[in-house]
């Protein structure tokens, strides 16, 4: 008995999908569609945007997406993180609807509907891929850890609470408080 064919999704297959069918990202060749995100998520995100957003523009080092755009990291392996950001020296790797390679930066607002998608499945692509610096945001436990790639590897750069100053490798400079962006729910 013969084994059916499997298919692997690629950027072909989902470029012309319609915005409201969600959340579109490919892991090693399977889609996986979500739902947008909920209300604290773009809120925080928004209040990300804000902080990181006005410290990249003032200082002209890139190009800054504070909403989910689609990241290509290799032929079957898509991502819309919540943020990113490219480096002025690479802008080239930005087309009208997708970024194709890693980011400089990426930063994820953790789900609590599937917190392993983002602490573990999107932490090893970002880290096989070369995306220099990952953010992970945790609202529930009031946290802002992030990770910069040592050679090939995430080392931990810190974990961030309210009352701290999140300090940033690849945007060096920019220091604010978590509390301005993790919200009291």
Known sequence: MATPAVHL?????I???????GRTEIVDGDLIISPSPGGSHQRICTELGIEVGTFIRK????????SA???ILDMHVHYEPALCFVVKDRLNIIQENYIDGPPDLIIEVISEGNRTHDTVVKFAHYEKYGVKEYWLIDQRDRLISIYGLRGNKYGKLGA??????VRSEILAGLDFDPASVLLDL
């Open 9 to 13: 999704y690629t950027w072909d297959d």
């Open 15 to 21: 470029k012309n999908l319609p915005e409201s069918a």
């Open 59 to 66: 200082a002209k080092l890139g190009t800054f997406y504070s």
């Open 69 to 71: 755009f689609h990241v």
């Open 160 to 165: 961030f609470a309210p009352g701290d100053s």
